[in-house]
C-alpha cells in the first residue's frame, strides 16, 4: 500500500449520504467497493446512497441481506449490490455471478471476507466504525490500485464538511 488510510469522521446520515454522492461520482463499471463494519454499521444505507444518487428516478433499495445480490441500472452503468454474510462457501460466489460482475459492472460487497482469494486486489476498501453518539461513523478508506490515488485526491474532512458539490 503506497497511501494513507484517508479518515473521515461522518457526523450525521446527512455526511454519509454526502460522501457517497461523492464517490458515486467517480465510480464506473469495473470498480469493486468492499463494505466493512459490524451490524447496524452503515454499509447498506452507503450503498443505497450511491445507487439512489446514481439513478434519474430512485428505486427502492433493499438490503440485499436474504438475496444475496440486487441489481441496478443507474447512470454510471449497472451496479450489483452483494451482502456476502449468509453466503455458505466461495464457490457460491463464482455461481451467483459475483466474479464476472466485478470486470463489467460496480460492485458494492458487504461482508466481503468470505471472498478471500477472489478479492479484487485493486477493490477500495471502506470500514465503517460505530461511536457513541448513535449518528457518527468514522470512516476508514483503504485501497491499494493506483486508479484510486487521483480519484481519491480531494477526498478529506475539509471537503466533506462543505456542500456535496464542492471540492472533489
Ligand atoms: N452517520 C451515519 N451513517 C450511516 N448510517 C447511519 C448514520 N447515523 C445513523 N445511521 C443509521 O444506522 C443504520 C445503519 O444501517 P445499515 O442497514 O446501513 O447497516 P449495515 O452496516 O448495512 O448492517 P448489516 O451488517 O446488518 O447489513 C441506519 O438505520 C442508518 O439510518
Ligand atoms: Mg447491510
Excluded at 494513507?4 to 469522521?9: A, E, F, N, Y
Excluded at 454519509?16 to 454499521?41: C, F, M
Aim: proline content about 5%.
Amino acid at each position: 500500500m503506497t497511501h494513507k488510510p484517508l479518515k473521515i469522521s461522518l457526523k450525521s446520515e446527512q455526511d454519509t449520504a454526502n460522501l457517497a454522492h461523492r464517490l458515486s461520482r467517480h465510480l464506473a463499471p469495473g470498480d469493486v467497493v468492499l463494505l466493512i463494519g459490524e451490524i447496524g454499521a452503515g454499509k447498506s444505507f452507503f450503498a443505497r446512497s450511491i445507487i439512489q444518487f446514481s439513478q434519474d428516478i430512485a428505486e427502492d433499495v433493499p438490503s440485499p441481506t436474504y438475496t444475496l445480490v440486487q441489481t441496478y441500472t443507474t447512470r454510471i452503468g449497472e451496479i450489483w449490490h452483494a451482502d456476502l454474510y449468509r453466503l455458505g462457501a466461495t464457490d457460491e460466489i463464482i455461481e451467483l455471478g459475483l466474479t464476472e460482475a466485478f470486470q463489467d459492472a460496480i460492485c458494492l460487497v458487504e461482508w466481503p471476507a468470505i471472498l478471500g482469494t477472489l478479492t479484487p486486489r485493486d477493490a477500495l476498501t471502506l470500514t465503517f466504525k460505530t461511536m457513541l453518539d448513535p449518528n457518527h461513523r468514522q470512516l476508514e478508506m483503504n485501497w491499494s490500485g493506483p486508479s484510486w490515488d487521483d480519484r481519491l485526491a480531494g477526498f478529506d474532512q475539509a471537503a466533506l464538511d462543505g456542500s456535496p458539490q464542492n471540492g472533489c
